[in-house]
């Protein structure tokens, strides 16, 4: 079962999407062995937040051979794309993990330390819904992998 951590500062509040996490977690569980993390947000004035939210993150992703950060200006993929690329990743053992930042983004020091960036879309959703998506995508990608009838 492949590795896949996703870090996300910040907690489900509404029911309905936490209901949506628990599903494709569950719908997950054949595919791949996921660890999610939540992390409190930081408090006080925004560039200080951000620069101690890295900090944080730093060690978390230590170990990982390709941490990802959910960013606007990331690389957009579509379904198919991210399936080859999440392919190539397992092929070659790679650990990965999925970062959704707070609602100020990323550090732009620590964002600049990190290469692979994913864009969900152009559009600005809740940080409760990206987290939603990005489980959805995992599952859709993993499912094209194995040719499964899922994605259509």
Do not use: N
Not at 17 to 23: D, I, S, T, V
Not at 25 to 54: F, H, I, S, V
Request: with cysteine; charged share 30%; aromatic share 8%.
């Amino acid at each position: 079962m492949y590795p896949v951590g996703v870090i996300a500062f910040g907690r489900l509040r509404l029911e309905p999407c936490r209901g949506l996490e628990r599903h494709y977690l569950d719908m997950l569980r054949p595919y791949a062995r996921l660890e999610l993390t939540e992390l409190a947000e930081g408090k006080g004035d925004p560039a200080r937040q951000l620069r101690e939210e890295a900090e944080r993150l730093r060690p978390k992703l230590k170990a990982v051979a390709c941490p990802v950060l959910l960013t606007p200006e990331g690389k957009l993929r579509d379904s198919e794309g991210l399936a080859k690329w999440l392919g190539e990743r397992m092929d070659r053992g790679e650990s990965l993990a999925f970062v959704i930042g707070s609602s100020h983004g990323f550090d732009p020091g620590f964002k600049a330390e990190v290469k692979e960036q994913l864009s969900l879309s152009p559009l600005t959703f809740p940080h409760e819904l990206s987290r939603v998506m990005l489980l959805e995508q995992l599952y859709r990608a993993f499912t094209i992998l194995r040719g499964k009838d899922y994605h259509k």
